[in-house]
């Protein structure tokens, strides 16, 4: 009954840090597009078009790169959770 409790415990704890986790990625992406807005003006003053920076590839390397860091990260919460078991 215990463990039943415990997982219960453990399930609210991971269900409130989705939601702020979750914010703040709001957060982050609503930042982003604001500075994406004024990186465009800003270009645009300068006489470019931020379309030609082509930046798509460099976003899908990144996004890559993210991908293989949060799959390292993972793979390293596994390894520790099973040391603890």
Do not use: P
């Not at 219960?8 to 982003?32: C, G, H, P, W, Y």
């Not at 270009?43 to 931020?50: C, D, K, S, V």
Request: glycine share 2%; with cysteine; net charge negative.
């Amino acid at each position: 009954m215990n463990e039943v409790a415990e997982a219960k415990k453990e399930a609210i704890s991971a269900n409130e840090q989705n939601k702020i986790l979750t914010k703040n990625l709001k957060d982050v992406e609503r930042e982003n597009k604001v500075t994406m807005h004024y990186l465009e003006k800003f270009l645009n003053t300068l006489g470019y078009n931020l379309s030609e920076f082509n930046m798509d590839e460099d976003l899908e390397e990144s996004n890559e790169e993210c991908d293989n860091e949060q799959d390292k990260d993972e793979e390293e919460i596994s390894v520790n959770d099973r040391r603890h078991e």
